[in-house]
């Protein structure tokens, strides 16, 4: 008997020894996980497509109040630092460490910067609405700029005075290919004529001009310079309430799973704390007042 407890003993010490040696292991597996230190901001750390050089894309060509300004001095040039997405992009490459000589603008087509794949470039900005279906293919920074939709015509049109969603139901539309703004028209409008889509902002204005659609649908910043400086004589004839559709949510657009993202959002977050961005919005994106509500009923 004094053997076979001699026995058990010895069994449940080893036991015992093997459940200690499982919960360390347990232990030091867990520890290294979301214990981990986070990846680094120093700029010889991020995943940069040209080391040491901060590359961005915008459009071609890009329009004030984005880049640029209203009266044309600097017109498309982001080097210029001039509009609300170049500003904000040198602000945000401060905010990462970069020199102004340290960021290298390249230009890419609206539509074929969503496609999948590699990038030549760290990050794309040209008012693109955070979606969910462009995130399958590409990852977005947090937002940046929150808009509405807006309506421009002419002031003789029979859709000037529109009140209601209800009352551009006979409207012929356009809007830009790929947007929320075409989304917008299509599932939020609703019209009983199909909205023509062009590939480009400036087919917009040569259909005005053109008298092939009674308005366009674009985001309000954008409506401030088309009826300034493209359309002549143009008006936007109201904003559309948030309620009529979710608002627009603007973000720089990266590479699926790149890693720049968490750094890039941290800059942006900062800069939203520090008042930077609303800095920016007053300067470039004012809206001010006077801009009638289309309601979505």
């Not at 901001?41 to 901060?54: K, M, Q, S, Y």
């Not at 993202?261 to 520090?274: F, K, Q």
């Amino acid at each position: 008997m004094a053997t076979g407890r001699k026995k058990w003993s010895v069994f449940v010490l080893l036991l015992v020894v093997f459940a200690m040696l499982a919960s360390a292991c347990s232990s030091t597996e867990e520890a290294s996980g979301p214990t981990a230190a986070p990846g680094s901001c120093e700029i010889a750390d991020l995943n940069l497509v040209t080391p040491g050089t901060l590359t961005v894309a915008t459009g071609e060509p890009a329009f004030p109040p984005w880049v640029g300004t209203t009266d044309g001095e600097g017109f498309d040039d982001p080097t210029s630092k001039l509009g609300f997405e170049a500003a904000l992009v040198y602000a945000i490459a401060e905010e990462l460490g970069f020199s102004d000589d340290q960021v290298v603008w390249t230009r890419i087509g609206f539509n074929e910067a969503i496609a999948p794949g590699p990038k030549p470039w760290d990050f794309n900005l040209q008012q693109y609405s955070i979606t969910d279906d462009r995130a399958e293919v590409v990852d977005f920074s947090v937002p940046y700029y929150t808009t509405r939709q807006s309506l421009v015509t002419y002031p003789d049109s029979p859709y000037a005075k529109a009140t209601k969603i209800d009352d551009l139901k006979d409207a012929v539309l356009g809007a830009q290919i790929g947007t929320t703004s075409l989304d917008f028209i299509e599932n939020v409008i609703k019209p009983d004529k199909d909205p023509n889509v062009y590939d480009e902002n400036v087919d917009l204005e040569a259909a005005m001009n053109a008298g092939q659609i009674d308005g366009l649908v674009v985001d309000l910043p954008t409506a401030y310079f088309v009826t300034a400086v493209q359309v002549e004589g143009a008006i936007i004839a109201g904003q559309f309430e948030t309620e009529a559709a979710d608002p627009d949510n603007y973000g720089l657009l990266f590479a699926k799973d790149n890693p720049l993202v968490p750094c890039v959002n941290t800059a942006i977050e900062t800069l939203r704390s520090n008042g930077t961005l609303s800095d920016l919005e007053a300067t470039y994106l004012t809206q001010g007042g006077g801009i009638p509500t289309i309601t979505g009923g």
